[in-house]
């Protein structure tokens, strides 16, 4: 039942987004669950669209995170990972007075 509500709201969003054909999944939930996957993939072809299921989401996750905050985060928090990056210290956190 969860992945069936999953999948419709992932349908109506993307039908929002004017993606009527391909939805993408990624997460721990579908990662090693054969039966969510399948439930999914067969709830979205009910549809009208199709599922695709991302390997290494979790690391695709980060890099989107990294991306955002690169691309369009304040200045302070890419000149801090840039710093990070240079001396090779990426377990140091961002200051606490950097906004989210």
Known sequence: MVAQSCCVLARAHAAQLGCRQRVFFAG????????????????LRSL??????LKHSDFLGALGAAAKVLNGGPKQ????????????????PLSSSASV
């Open 77 to 92: 928090k890419v000149s801090q990972l840039r710093h990070h990056a240079t001396t090779g210290d990426v377990a140091a």
């Open 48 to 53: 009208g669209g199709r599922a695709h299921f």
């Open 28 to 43: 721990g939930f579908v990662e090693n669950n054969d039966i969510a996957r399948l439930t999914i993939a067969n709830s």
